[in-house]
T-cell receptor, first 109, second 115 residues
């Protein structure tokens, strides 16, 4: 079967760094996406990894290890507006997104 | 224009009503999607249109009927819904017409309540 595992909730302090982990098991693999979703709003694209390694985009970075079925999203210099859910979504062999349940990130002052 | 526009933002309907959700994009994207999302759950794929043709129907009940009048518009017709159908309905689009669910652009959604 296909399975995505990410923590349900995390708490971090404004200005700090947080890493959100995602492990996955899919039927085939065609890249992995991270989306951000604020409460009551639509998901917005953050990053895409298809090869192993780190992709950096401003305060956000995403890492992928295909052999380990593992990815993480790294958020630096946390701001209050980063409080949101972060969804890990690998694509399977049919290019269908398999969505994780999301990690709710709470930022405290 | 990098937006996907959905209307209405909120909808309350009875179980005997007929209503439609509308979605529009002007980015020239060739694939459009309907997702359903319950609170604190990930989005669930319902339908995919690729080059204006229905390419994926994820075993969605017939009380949900999608329609793609042209490459910019996507509708979801609702009839005889059940209270458990209450959810956030999200429209999305992507550039690739193969519906490979590459980078998705989501609309802000329609919050639907069925009474």
């Amino acid at each position: 079967g296909q399975n995505i595992d990410q923590p349900t909730e995390m708490t971090a302090t404004e200005g700090a760094i947080v890493q959100i982990n995602c492990t996955y098991q899919t039927s085939g693999f065609n890249g992995l996406f991270w989306y951000q979703q604020h409460a009551g709003e639509a998901p917005t694209f953050l990053s895409y990894n298809v090869l192993d390694g780190l992709e950096e985009k401003g305060r956000f970075s995403s890492f992928l290890s295909r052999s380990k079925g593992y990815s993480y999203l790294l958020l630096k210099e946390l701001q209050m507006k980063d409080s949101a859910s972060y969804l890990c979504a690998p694509r399977d062999s049919n290019y269908q997104l398999i969505w994780g349940a999301g990690t709710k990130l709470i930022i405290k002052p | 224009d990098t937006e996907v526009t959905q209307t209405p933002k909120h909808l309350v309907m009875g179980m005997t009503n007929k209503k439609s959700l509308k979605c529009e994009q002007h980015m020239g994207h060739r694939a459009m999607y309907w997702y359903k999302q319950k609170a604190k759950k990930p989005p669930e794929l319902m339908f995919v249109y690729s080059y204006e043709k229905l390419s994926i129907n994820e075993s969605v009940p017939s009380r949900f009927s999608p329609e793609c009048p042209n490459s910019s518009l996507l509708n979801l017709h609702l009839h005889a819904l059940q209270p458990e159908d209450s959810a956030l309905y999200l429209c999305a689009s992507s550039q690739d017409g193969a519906g490979a669910q590459e980078k998705l652009f989501f609309g802000s959604g329609t919050q639907l309540s069925v009474l």
